[in-house]
């Protein structure tokens, strides 16, 4: 059986199992091939339930066992006037790929953001993570353009 959820991260078994599918989300070579640090761990759920009003964390759990998640940060689109959800982090548990439940989950994210007003969702893909970018052109995800003869978004950081 198949249970989506908003988290509430002041639940402990929320806060334990999203913290638990992140840290294996960074240790996939996808999220990085990492574990997450000390420092992270010690802070992320305090620190993200000081922003629970534009954060929104998802879980999903497959038996009663936490099988995938998200992570969405709230922004705003000036162009729309309206909010937009950036999902900033998402993926299936090794354990549970290959069920279709990142096909599942996005579908409940979306439908979220479309019930509570958000314009669009946006994300960033690795170029060499072909099964999210095919599972994402499924879920009607595209390249990020406003006109073609400019091109497509490039995604760009500056780390401090």
Do not use: W
Not at 65 to 94: M, Q, R, Y
């Amino acid at each position: 059986m198949l249970t989506f959820l908003k988290a509430d991260l002041h639940n402990d078994r929320h806060a334990s199992d999203l913290l638990n599918q992140l840290n294996s989300y960074a240790l996939d070579p996808m999220g990085g091939g990492e574990t997450l640090s000390p420092y992270c761990r010690q802070h992320l759920i305090s620190e993200l339930q000081q922003r629970e009003h534009t954060v929104h964390a998802f879980l999903l759990y497959q038996d009663q066992v936490a099988a995938a998640f998200s992570i969405c940060i709230e922004g705003f689109s000036t162009f729309a006037c309206k909010p937009l959800l950036n999902i900033h982090d998402f993926a299936v548990h090794p354990d549970f790929r290959g069920q279709q439940l990142g096909k599942h989950l996005m579908s409940q994210i979306s439908q979220y953001a479309e019930q509570h007003g958000f314009c669009k969702l946006t994300l960033e893909v690795l170029e060499g993570n072909h099964p999210a970018q095919a599972l994402y052109r499924s879920q009607g995800f595209a390249g990020y353009e406003l006109n073609p003869a400019m091109g497509g978004a490039i995604v760009m950081q500056k780390k401090f």
